[in-house]
Each structure stands twice: as C-alpha cells, then as structure tokens.
C-alpha cells in the first residue's frame, strides 16, 4: 500500500512537467550512408503530422539514394531535397518528388543534435521534403525565425559522429542555387561524379517501446486508468545490480497511445518493457523492472530477452 500510495503521488507531479522534452519513446528511423551510420528518434507524439510525413518520405524510398546537398559548418546539414536516379544512361541527381506542404508544429527547440524540416522564407507551412539536423544550438536563431523551425525528431544511438564527419568534407559549389554549399567526398576537383556526394544507401524505421542512449532510458508507460505517460530512467548503478531512477522533470501525459508502450502495474511493483532499442541493430525484447525503492522512484532490472 505504501508503495501504491507514493506511485500516485508522482502523478501530481505529470501537471507540473509539461515542457517538451528530447528523450520519448518513438518510432526510430536508421540511415545507412556512405560516411557512416546514424538513427533518428522520431517526436511523434509531440509533431505526428511532421513525423507522419517523414516516414511517408521513408517508406516510399524517397530517401534512399538521396544526398545531403548542403553543409554550413557550425550550423546545418541539410538533406532530403535530392536523390540519384538511375537511367538506361547512368546515374544522375534529380529532385525528390515532394507532397503536399505540411503545417508548422514548432514546440521543440533547435539544439545540437536534433532533426528540423527546411523550408520556405517568410511561410511556416511550406515545408515538404528537406530536413537538417542542427550542428550547434541554433536555438537563439531558428526557434523563432519564420514561425520557429519544427524539431521533429533527434539523432541517437552515438550518430553525431556521422554528421561532425561530413561537417570536415569540402564544400563545392555546382552551379545549382540549390546546390551552393555541396559536401563531397573523394573529388578530384574535374568532373563531379555520383559516388562523390554524401549518399544514403538505405533507410529502416523501427518502432519500440523504449530507447537506451547515453545512460537514459526512454519509454511510454501505460500506468492504468487510461493514463499514459512519457518519462525517462537514468542509469546509476551496474553493480552488483543494474538500477535506474525516474527522472520526475522528464514526465509528461500523452493525448493518444503509441502503438508500443510499457506497462506499469501498480499492485506488483513491476514494468514490463516490450523492447528496447541499444542501437541501430541491437534490441532488447521483454525487459521486466521491480521498483525497489519508492521513495526515490528506483527500478532494479529483474530480466530480458
């Protein structure tokens, strides 16, 4: 009973966090380029008709094959608006067929690490296809500039080390006004070739319970009572016991439930995660916790498969 007790005296606290935060349970989106690997955790439940037509890009294979046709070093890569086309006379760069414009859903700020949608000056909603992930915190800049630049997801999984690599490659200029600041790798400096852009060879999108990422366990939780939550465990033990604490700032209610939450019994003390992503390939199935120590929200990892 006591325990019970101080589980719903946390709910109080659900009012109080209300403010985005990066760490969430969401559909993740793994690239495969020629520079190296990166994943996106997508931001469903806080921008899901960004997220929605992002994946709708995804799994039309609108992305695969594309190319990061800008680079500013210290603020953006930028991808999304180009893709090598293969035609009975070879491989050339066209543009990717885009749908319709999208609202703005601006909520989260432009940080080092996250995922924006490019789009037109002085129109909020003209974002299609192009996406860039944010170098440095542009925040000061971006977070209000033309309505606020909607953060739709961020990369995860140690794939910055992808971007801070095409961020060293020189940048070309090929003549296209949309093509100014062009990273290329292996160029000789005569005739650009299709293998000299920075291109991404393949696109996955996985949905999951829970994502574990530089110490911190992110996951939807289905508490009972039709309330579902967003919350964050830090990782603070591994020996003799691996043990994590609620991070209670992380918490926040979710309107609609994600198709892969977990489940929080209240009677037993235990979480069942149904998976966890630890990389791009590496998962986690049935991972079970006991919260051990009510008082200061701790779980202690009892099994997975």
């Not at 960004?50 to 890009?57: E, G, M, P, V």
């Not at 414009?101 to 296809?129: F, H, Q, W």
């Not at 393949?202 to 289905?222: H, M, R, Y």
């Amino acid at each position: 009973m006591h325990m019970i007790t101080k589980f719903y005296r946390l709910q109080i606290f659900v009012g109080l966090f209300i403010a985005s935060t990066l760490t969430q349970a969401n559909p993740v989106a793994c690239f495969t380029t020629n520079m190296g690997n990166f994943c996106i955790e997508l931001f469903e439940a806080h921008t899901p008709v960004t997220t929605a037509n992002f994946l709708s890009y995804v799994n039309s294979g609108a992305y695969t094959n594309g190319i990061f046709h800008r680079s500013v070093p210290g603020f953006v890569i930028q991808g999304g608006g180009f893709k090598i086309a293969q035609s009975a006379t070879g491989s050339t760069l066209t543009s990717v067929n885009t749908l319709a414009p999208i609202i703005n859903e601006y909520k989260i700020s432009n940080t080092r690490g996250t995922v924006a949608m490019a789009k037109l000056g002085n129109d909020p909603n003209s974002a299609t296809s192009q996406w860039f992930v944010n170098m440095a915190d542009n925040s000061v800049n971006l977070n209000s500039q033309n309505g606020g630049f909607t953060v739709f997801g961020r990369i995860v999984f140690g794939g910055m080390v992808t971007f801070d690599a095409i961020e060293q490659l020189s940048i070309f200029n090929l003549g296209n006004s949309s093509l100014t600041s062009t990273p290329l790798t292996g160029y000789n400096g005569a005739e650009v070739l299709t293998g000299n852009f920075v291109r991404i060879q393949q696109a996955t999108v996985t949905d999951t319970a829970g994502i574990f990422d530089e110490g911190i366990l992110s996951l939807a939780v289905d508490i009972g009572s039709n309330t579902i939550l967003e919350a964050d465990l830090r990782l603070i033990s591994t020996n003799p016991d691996y043990i994590f604490e609620l991070n209670a700032s992380s918490i926040q209610t979710l309107a609609t439930k994600p198709a892969s939450t977990a489940t929080f019994s209240t009677s037993t003390g235990e979480l069942h995660i149904p998976s966890v992503m630890l990389g791009a390939s590496v998962a986690v199935q049935n991972v079970v916790m006991k919260l051990t120590d009510s008082d200061t929200y701790r779980f202690t990892l009892v099994s997975y498969e």
